[in-house]
């Protein structure tokens, strides 16, 4: 697998997020996906990039645009220095929020990408990876 | 702050989301109609995204809310215009907008809002 460019954005205010999206989509673009996987990534974009910015206190966006044989990819990576997450099990679940939202934002992303990865702990931050292949 | 303008049609409220929204600005939405459906006491509302190219659940939430509270305040909402993708997106992302009535088009919004209006 090769990482054909990448690079990194500040996820730190809520205008960040609608900037992150806008970064996404261009990505997916340049990645050749088609329009409703563009989609899909751009949401599970937007709802990581709230995260950071919400439960993380700010962060940064990592992207690389990935060639495995004949198929590309997407890849970004959330990561903060926050709280953590203390059950990383429990944040999986549908339904289930530390704060106001729906508590769709982690397992909705999930269901949105082909590989996900969530790695927080207890003061340690939180980490998640999230790849869509063409 | 940016506002998305809130139109006076009749007794209607149209609403045309035409910009990459930000969280504080779906917020101002919410409470913007509201305010206008008590000033106005407009019976409908319709929402036109289709120049929305995703709706995350931020979004989503916002729609349902707006719904919700615009029911309360003896007014009907319609949300038109979803593009198929960001329909697709929405369902897999676990948001089935219970309780909002959609349309596919304004003009079929608008008579949906008339029918809704009429049988009350």
């Known amino acids: 697998m090769n990482v054909r460019t990448h690079g990194s954005m500040p996820v730190r205010r809520e205008q960040d997020v609608v900037l992150a999206r806008q970064a996404v989509r261009k990505l997916a673009v340049d990645c050749g996906m088609r329009l409703v996987d563009q989609t899909k990534m751009v949401t599970a974009a937007s709802e990581l990039a709230r995260n950071t910015v919400v439960y993380g206190g700010g962060g940064d966006m990592d992207w690389e645009l990935l060639e495995d044989g004949a198929r590309t990819g997407l890849r970004l990576v959330f990561r903060d220095e926050g709280p953590g997450i203390a059950d990383t099990a429990l944040a999986m679940t549908d339904g289930w929020t530390s704060g106001s939202g729906l508590g769709l934002g982690l397992t909705g992303a999930r269901r949105l990408v082909s590989e996900f990865e969530l790695d927080s702990a207890p003061g340690k931050g939180t980490r998640v990876s999230i790849t869509r292949w063409t | ?120």
């Open chain 2, 1 to 120: 702050m940016d506002r998305i303008p809130i139109l006076r049609m009749g007794e209607f409220l149209l609403v045309t989301i035409q910009v990459d929204m930000h969280d504080q600005l779906a917020l101002a939405l919410q409470d913007d109609l509201s305010e206008r459906i008590s000033k106005t006491a407009a019976r409908g509302v319709l929402i036109d995204i289709s120049a929305l190219d995703m709706v995350d659940s931020f979004i989503g939430r916002m729609i349902g809310t707006i719904s919700a509270q615009s029911r309360i305040m003896d007014a009907h909402t319609v949300v038109v215009g979803m593009q198929p993708e960001v329909a697709i997106t929405l369902v897999e992302l676990g948001l089935t907008l219970p309780g909002v009535s959609t349309a596919l088009d304004v003009e079929r919004g608008m008579k949906l809002l008339r029918q809704r209006v009429a049988s009350e």
